[in-house]
């Protein structure tokens, strides 16, 4: 492997050859792990969806108004002649229960929640005797049945949690809080069920395994591991307390959650003083003045107040990025690194609850640490991902300093008091004027030439252009939980409906969680297809927390939330473009953790190819294009912080790893100190001592991401990898462009969960990954010497 890794990276130099050769030698190892993650029910931890990388800094994606008045369903005739029912559920009042084709968003509630779910458990319980008693060590005796339960409770459950995601009410919260230990029960009973368990090592061990398709071994391997660590091995005792901590760590990660959410709605903050406010742009202007208005100010207005800031991200990244007022600044910045840190909604001891009960969790199973479960079925390796993360912070810090010595430098220049004693409020202001003048850009200039409508257009043409797929709306076919959610169809190209999806855009601090995610409402599967229909066709959700039109204007976006609307729609079209009909490994099911970022990632660098950016960047009034000296400028700028920003990442990655495997919950060290520790080494800033943004990092503490946030950098490699494909291609040859992302589609898109990623990945690269293009990409390869 060493012989073959130099080969490939003999034109590299000096440190960066050092550096690729490690990466190259670090993918080449774990891509070839066979171990596939599942996101069925049968894992206890709440179903994670997949999300945008920044728990510290979140950013905000707009919509327009213009969406919210077109109601008529283009799509709408076809799709009625092309029903959606999942499989049969139950005939009940309770709209949870009921046969559906899309799930009723719109009038299910609280009430609903306890009865429901428990109804629904008791048949399935009923179903899951019949099939351990009835259970033969064949696809239509074991996989078929347990796929048709497993679907009925993660559609229906899946239901209530986006609800509480999105529509978050104190009712429905109880609801939950009352019926999850029934439900995670239920899914310890399904996960630990021998019978089950031994019918998936007959199918590994039979004669026929080897004549089983590649999907299928995928299965049954992923089946015979994830029963292992959901405690199927554990005796008496010890599968009681295994079961004990389940249930803790469910409702500790729920109580989490939602202490992020009260705290990030507790902080508001009234402004009269139009001083106070100076620097914020129109649009956070208006956002704050229609805050103020929604809370009783009835004659606040953009020009002159009142003005209400708040932590929700539209508003606190206007603060962070543009408030001259310093003091406003450092009051926000503070309010947001310590959210739910102390009173009645503080996590710190939540976050060390969390931590025994996974440490006992993996001593239970066998394993040193939490890491290591996590990691079994990931791409990965605790010790690779140590070294990968090691390797690149080391070739972002010389970057990194000279960031923020430019920063400081810019800063002094411009008469700034605090230049000699700049601060962690200061940087995020002092960086972006910095890049303002160095590249000329003012992203809050740019936000009239990116409307949401015309964003959505360019990426819906891009689609049709590299994977030759159509997007409709069909508003008013599936329901709704929101006035502003829109729904799509997705057509192949002889217009057949192949899927379809929700778009959840704006920022509703009062109901929905931060962030921005992608999760499935209903995957593709033959097992589940409606009566005459081949498959059941996917269905997905994007759900984003731009800033919401304000007045007559349509919500008009940064460049940053452009990136981050492609990210979320990667991520759908990987669920949504499968053309694997297995179930439980289609579309982002099955796939690694660790590679399922690849396609969102992917998608970014779409937005700064020319032809895509000038064709979606359109002034909202007056329809001109963006000028090409301004999309020259935005490519030049690609790089700016690369250094800094691959270092933000690096430490969640890994006080992320550092908490879920060296660290002793139960030791002298505070879960503060680790991120100290790690601060130090990531942040050539002092670390603010009062930062606590452990209390707020959802991603590992209320999410997938435990001991898996090093995914992001991990599949960043295979995006970059893949993108330079299209630039072997030749970005301005549509022809190729067109052929190269066939190519994509049927491999990456396709494929699912039922290859491994290596596999994948070269059928489409036709090699194995290299670093190269990433470490270009982000401008950290050597220069080349002079002549």
């Known amino acids: ?57 979140p950013l905000s994606y707009p919509f327009s108004s213009y969406l919210r008045h077109r109601s008529t369903p283009i799509c709408a005739a076809t799709m009625a002649s092309h029903s959606h029912p999942s499989a049969p559920f139950l005939d009940s009042d309770n709209p949870l229960l009921n046969d559906f084709a899309f799930p009723p968003f719109d009038v299910v509630e609280a009430k609903h929640v306890q009865p429901g779910i428990k109804d629904l458990i008791r048949r399935l319980e009923g179903d899951l005797v019949e099939l351990e008693t009835t259970v033969e060590p064949t696809w239509p005796k074991l996989v078929e049945p347990l796929e048709r339960i497993v679907d ?69 391997e992923d089946k015979i ?47 009269v003083d139009k001083k106070e406010v100076e620097g914020l742009p129109a649009t956070a202007l208006g956002l704050a003045a229609q805050t103020a208005v929604s809370k009783g100010h009835e004659n ?128 995020n202001y002092w960086s972006e004027r910095l890049r303002e003048a160095k590249y000329d850009i003012n992203e809050e200039e740019l936000r009239p030439y990116f409307a949401l409508p015309k964003v959505l257009d360019g990426l819906f043409t891009l689609a049709n252009k590299l994977f030759g797929v159509s997007i409709e709306a069909a508003d008013g076919l599936a329901p709704v939980w929101n006035p502003d959610v829109r729904f799509y169809c997705v057509k192949d190209s002889s217009g057949q409906p192949i899927a379809y999806f929700y ?34 066709l996917p269905i997905a959700h994007m759900v984003c927390n731009q800033m919401p039109p304000v007045g007559d204007k349509p919500s008009l976006m940064t460049f940053r939330e452009v990136e981050t609307v492609f990210h979320e729609f990667g991520h759908a079209l990987q669920h949504m473009l499968t053309k694997q009909d297995e179930g439980l490994v289609a579309g982002i099911r099955g796939i690694e953790w660790d590679a399922v970022e690849l396609p969102s990632q992917f998608m970014e660098n779409w937005c700064y190819h020319k032809e895509t950016l000038l064709g979606l960047a359109k002034h909202y009034e007056t329809g001109e294009p963006l000028p090409e000296e301004i999309y020259s400028k935005l490519l030049a700028a690609k790089t700016f912080r690369a250094g800094s920003l691959s270092l933000r990442q690096i430490r969640f990655a890994s006080v992320d790893l550092e908490l879920h495997t060296t660290f002793d919950p139960s030791g002298d060290l505070s879960i503060f100190d680790v991120d100290r520790k790690v601060a130090e080494r990531t942040y050539i800033l002092p670390p603010f001592p009062e930062d606590r943004f452990l209390c707020s990092f959802s991603h590992i503490f209320a999410g997938g991401y435990a001991a898996g946030y090093y995914s992001y950098k991990w599949a960043e490699v295979l995006s970059a990898d893949a993108f330079s494909a299209f630039e072997d291609a030749g970005l301005e040859d549509d022809k190729a462009i067109k052929e190269t992302g066939h190519r994509f589609r049927e491999t990456i898109l396709a494929l699912g969960g039922g290859k491994s990623p290596l596999e994948v990945f070269v059928a489409f690269r036709g090699r194995e990954p290299s670093p190269e293009p990433l470490l270009r990409h982000n401008g950290l390869l050597p220069m080349p010497a002079s002549a």
């Open 225 to 271: 591991k994830e029963a292992v660590l959901d405690g199927v091995a554990l005796e008496d005792e010890k599968r009681e307390k295994f079961n004990e901590i389940q249930q803790e760590l469910e409702k500790l990660s729920q109580k989490f959650s939602e202490n992020v959410l009260d705290a990030t709605k507790r902080f508001q903050k009234l402004i």
């Open 1 to 57: 492997m060493g012989q073959r890794a130099t080969r490939l990276l003999l034109p590299l130099i000096a440190t960066s050859a050092i550096l690729l050769l490690t990466l190259l030698s670090l993918l080449r190892f774990s891509l070839t792990r066979s171990l596939p993650i599942s996101l069925s029910l049968l894992r206890q931890q709440s179903k994670p969806s997949l999300s945008l990388s920044c728990p510290v800094l």
């Open 152 to 220: 009925r409770l993660q559609v229906v459950w899946g239901v209530v949690n986006h609800l509480k995601s999105v529509k978050d009410s104190s009712d429905l919260r109880s609801a939950i809080e009352e019926i999850q230990p029934e439900k995670v029960k239920f899914g310890l009973r399904l996960s630990q069920s021998k019978p089950i368990y031994e019918a998936f090592k007959s199918i590994r061990n039979s004669p026929s395994w080897e004549s089983l398709t590649d999907a299928r071994k995928r299965i049954v």
């Open 503 to 536: 778009f959840d855009p704006y920022s509703r601090p009062a109901e929905k969680r931060g962030g921005a995610w992608m999760d499935e409402v209903f995957a593709r599967s033959r097992v589940l297809a409606p009566p005459g229909a081949p498959v059941r």
């Open 300 to 427: 606040a207005t953009p020009e002159n107040g009142p003005w209400i800031i708040t932590l929700d991200a539209p508003s606190y990244m206007a603060v962070m990025l543009h408030a001259c007022n310093r003091s406003l600044r450092e009051e926000v910045y503070k309010a947001y690194i310590t959210r739910a840190s102390s009173g009645d909604l503080d996590n710190t001891d939540i976050i060390t609850q969390i931590l025994k009960l996974r440490l006992q969790k993996a001593k239970l199973l066998g394993y040193n640490n939490y890491a290591e479960v996590s990691l079994a079925t990931k791409m990965a390796t605790v010790e690779r991902v140590e070294e990968l993360l090691e390797k690149l912070r080391v070739a972002s810090w010389d970057h990194h300093v000279k960031d923020i010595e430019e920063m400081k430098a810019f800063a002094k220049e411009s008469g700034a008091p605090e230049a000699n004693d700049i601060d962690h409020w200061d940087v």
